[in-house]
């Protein structure tokens, strides 16, 4: 059972552009919310993360925001650049740990 | 430092073989994670050590699959008599404790190709 849903699988912007990654949970334990980035070739690196005791956070030009009446919580990159180029996922997980569970990830393009 | 390093970074076998897949923490992470990832998929946790604990077996897909962590460092996953359907990109991750200040930091994974 996916419990976590990411949308879209891909995404294509133009430099300059706000991408936004929207992700959505069932599990109501769920208490904290990453993003992950991967390049090609590489392992994913932590981007940024929210617990739900904030709406938004800011990291640079990259923000979340998240709405814990709906369960969902979304990523926009602000300013986006052509290195923004990856693939992105979103992931949640409870009880203080971090046994992650992940959504199935956006492959974003960012032209020049 | 150092990253998470496994190797090989690829693997090409035939089906039916056993595989070996290993992953060298980072020195002093006692958290140790076993992701798969499946062509242009999410991530699918496998297994989890944490110190000397039992492991978390909850996401291994078949009996065929198994893994250890010896001395709590380094690990290995074996995966017997592989299958078509293994192949993917296997991700192992380590975090120094289990709380919300310790991301998990990945390796770059091993490529299995089963044919």
């Known amino acids: 059972q996916q419990q976590v849903k990411q949308s879209p699988q891909s995404l294509i912007v133009q430099k300059g552009g706000i991408p936004i990654i929207n992700c959505a949970y069932e599990?109501?334990?769920?208490?904290?919310f990453p993003w992950y980035q991967q390049f090609p070739g590489k392992g994913p690196a932590l981007l940024i993360a929210?617990?739900?005791?904030?709406s938004e956070k800011k990291e640079g030009r990259f923000t979340i925001s998240f709405n814990k009446s709906a369960k969902q919580f979304s990523l926009h990159i602000m300013d986006s650049q052509p290195g923004d180029s990856a693939t992105y996922f979103c992931a949640a997980s409870g009880n203080a740990g971090n046994m992650l569970t992940f959504g199935g990830g956006t492959r974003l393009m960012v032209k020049p | 430092g150092a990253g998470v390093s496994q190797s090989p970074s690829n693997k090409v076998t035939e089906k039916g073989k056993d595989v070996e897949l290993r992953c060298d923490p980072i020195s002093g992470h006692t958290a140790l994670y076993w992701y798969r990832q499946s062509l242009g998929q999410g991530l699918e946790f496998l297994i989890y050590f944490q110190g000397n604990s039992a492991p978390d077996k909850s996401g291994l897909p078949s009996d065929r699959f198994s893994a250890e962590r010896t001395g709590g460092s380094v690990s290995t996953l074996t995966i017997q008599r592989t299958q078509q359907e293994d192949s993917a990109v296997y991700l192992c991750?380590?975090?120094?404790?289990?709380?919300?200040?310790?991301?998990?930091?990945f390796g770059n994974g091993t490529r299995l190709t089963v044919t």
């Open positions: 599990n109501t334990a769920f208490d904290y």
């Open positions: 991750a380590s975090s120094s404790h289990v709380s919300y200040n310790s991301p998990l930091h």
């Open positions: 929210i617990r739900p005791d904030v």
